[in-house]
T-cell receptor, first 115, second 113 residues
C-alpha cells in the first residue's frame, strides 16, 4: 500500500513563526503536491513538485514556499505564519504519467492553528 | 474559468436510503473527472474516475457515477447508504491526463439511523 505520511496531525504556532510541514511518501513517486483545505472552498493547490529540486506554483502560493531535496520528502514552509493560514494542509503524491493510469494518494492532513 | 462545482454543501440521508451527490463541471473539452471521499481524520480516498468510454462508472464501496455531457454533470450515487458512508465527498476535474486536479467545495454527508 502506498503511504503518504504527514509528520504532524495537529500543530499550534504563533503569528510570525516559521513553520515547516513535512510530507514523506514511500512509493518513489515523482509528483508531490501541497493543498490547503478550508470549509466551503474544497482543496486548493499551493505548490507542486514533479522532481527533486523542481517546484511550481499552484493556485494560492502567496505566503508559502516549498522544498524538495529528496524524492520522498516534500516540505511546505510558512516563512512568517499568519492567522489566515490557519487551515488543514494535505499532502499528496502521484507517479508520473497519465491520470488515467496513476492514482493520486493523500496523507491524513495536518491541522494548523496560528494564534 | 475552468471549474468543478458541488451545489450541495450538506446532505442528510437515512441509513438504507439512496444517495445522490451532484457535481457540475465547466471545461471547454471533456474533462477527466474524479470522486474522492474523506472520512473523519483521514486523507482523501479515490472512489472512482472517468476519462472516456462508458458514461456509467463503477467505483469502490458500492458507488457509481454517471457522466452526462448534455448537463455538464458527473453525479455520484449509491443505492443504499450505510452509517460508514458518513463523510465528506469531493468531486475533482482535470483538463488533460497530465494535469493538476481542481476540487469542488465538497459535500458533507450525514447518515441518520
Amino acid at each position: 500500500d502506498v503511504k503518504v505520511t504527514q509528520s504532524s496531525r495537529y500543530l499550534v504556532k504563533r503569528t510570525g513563526e516559521k513553520v515547516f510541514l513535512e510530507c514523506v511518501q514511500d512509493m518513489d513517486h515523482e509528483n508531490m503536491f501541497w493543498y490547503r483545505q478550508d470549509p466551503g472552498l474544497g482543496l486548493r493547490l499551493i505548490y507542486f513538485s514533479y522532481d527533486v529540486k523542481m517546484k511550481e506554483k499552484g493556485d494560492i502560493p502567496e505566503g508559502y514556499s516549498v522544498s524538495r531535496e529528496k524524492k520522498e520528502r516534500f516540505s511546505l514552509i510558512l516563512e512568517s505564519a499568519s492567522t489566515n493560514q490557519t487551515s488543514m494542509y494535505l499532502c499528496a503524491s502521484r507517479p508520473p504519467g497519465q491520470l488515467a493510469k496513476n492514482i493520486q494518494y493523500f496523507g491524513a492532513g495536518t491541522r494548523l492553528s496560528v494564534l | 474559468a475552468q471549474s468543478v462545482t458541488q451545489p450541495d454543501i450538506h446532505i442528510t440521508v437515512s441509513e438504507g436510503a439512496s444517495l445522490e451527490l451532484r457535481c457540475n463541471y465547466s471545461y471547454g473539452a471533456t474533462p477527466y473527472l474524479f470522486w474522492y471521499v474523506q472520512s473523519p481524520g483521514q486523507g482523501l480516498q479515490l472512489l472512482l474516475k472517468y476519462f472516456s468510454g462508458d458514461t456509467l462508472v463503477q467505483g469502490i464501496k458500492g458507488f457509481e457515477a454517471e457522466f452526462k455531457r448534455s448537463q455538464s454533470s458527473f453525479n455520484l450515487r449509491k443505492p443504499s447508504v450505510h452509517w460508514s458512508d458518513a463523510a465528506e465527498y469531493f468531486c475533482a476535474g482535470a483538463t488533460d491526463s497530465w494535469g493538476k486536479l481542481q476540487f469542488g467545495a465538497g459535500t458533507q454527508v450525514v447518515v441518520t439511523p
